[in-house]
């Protein structure tokens, strides 16, 4: 499952504030730099994860994915070390196509 920008951020804005809580609690953090510190973490993983995914492979891969879309067209030109001219060479990528 890959998940979309919005899904990611839920997900750490559900998490981040109760760990910045426990780390409180235990008086490891103070309660002024709670909200600083819980900021940082949830910019620092966004940033991360927005890195990690947003591939020219990766995207071309969610394309893929929907089922409205029928073909996808990779100019001839397109040089082979890139994500688009090495999906149209790879015959297990149906929906990729050279023009």
Known sequence: MTFNQS????ILRAVV???VAYLVGRGWVSESAAGEIGAAIVTLLTAA????TH????KL?????????KKI???SSAPSGEAAGE????RSRPKVTVN
Do not use: I, K, R
């Open 17 to 19: 504030p109760p760990l």
């Open 7 to 10: 899904q990611v951020l839920g």
């Open 73 to 75: 067209v990779v100019d």
């Open 87 to 90: 999906a149209a060479l790879d």
């Open 61 to 69: 891969a969610e394309v893929e994915a929907m089922p409205a879309v």
């Open 49 to 52: 994860w927005s890195v990690a």
């Open 55 to 58: 591939t020219d492979s990766n």
